[in-house]
């Protein structure tokens, strides 16, 4: 289990192979900051295969006290591309914890190279999950 940090601000981002447990890992870890009262940013950047995702948990999860930056405005099976809102771009501008969830693969970690100050981030953390 990871350690919850005692850090004023984390960012995690969760990547791996395709169904490894991404997006679960995400939630459960969004869910714990949420539960100890912190604000917690639980970003939704799967372009890679945008049916397997947060979205479906959105409502759900903000009512844990989890806030949910996920793509609404079009999604389904690559039809609609990979469109990416400002929100998403802009995440890390937000306050409080961020934890971003992306799509599996190299492919899923190249979508970082579009979220605004990334390269930045002092408090960036990858954890790769492994199933």
Do not use: H, W
């Not at 870890?29 to 950047?45: F, H, M, P, S």
């Not at 799509?103 to 199933?131: C, F, M, P, R």
Request: a negative charge; hydrophobic letters at 40%.
């Amino acid at each position: 289990m990871l350690k919850m940090s005692d850090k004023t601000r984390i960012v995690e981002v969760f990547a791996g192979a395709y169904a490894s447990g991404k997006s679960e890992s995400a939630i459960n870890r969004a869910l714990q900051y949420a539960e100890r009262g912190e604000r917690i940013t639980l970003v939704d950047l799967d372009t890679v295969e945008p049916a397997y995702c947060v979205r479906p948990l959105l409502r759900e999860l903000e009512g844990l006290g989890v806030d949910v930056i996920a793509q609404t405005d079009c999604f389904g099976f690559g039809e609609a591309g990979s469109y990416v809102s400002p929100l998403q771009l802009n995440c890390l501008s937000r306050e409080g914890n961020i934890i971003i969830d992306v799509g599996y693969g190299a492919s899923g970690l190249d979508t970082l190279e579009i979220v605004n100050g990334i390269e930045d981030e002092q408090d960036l953390k990858i954890y790769l999950i492994v199933n």
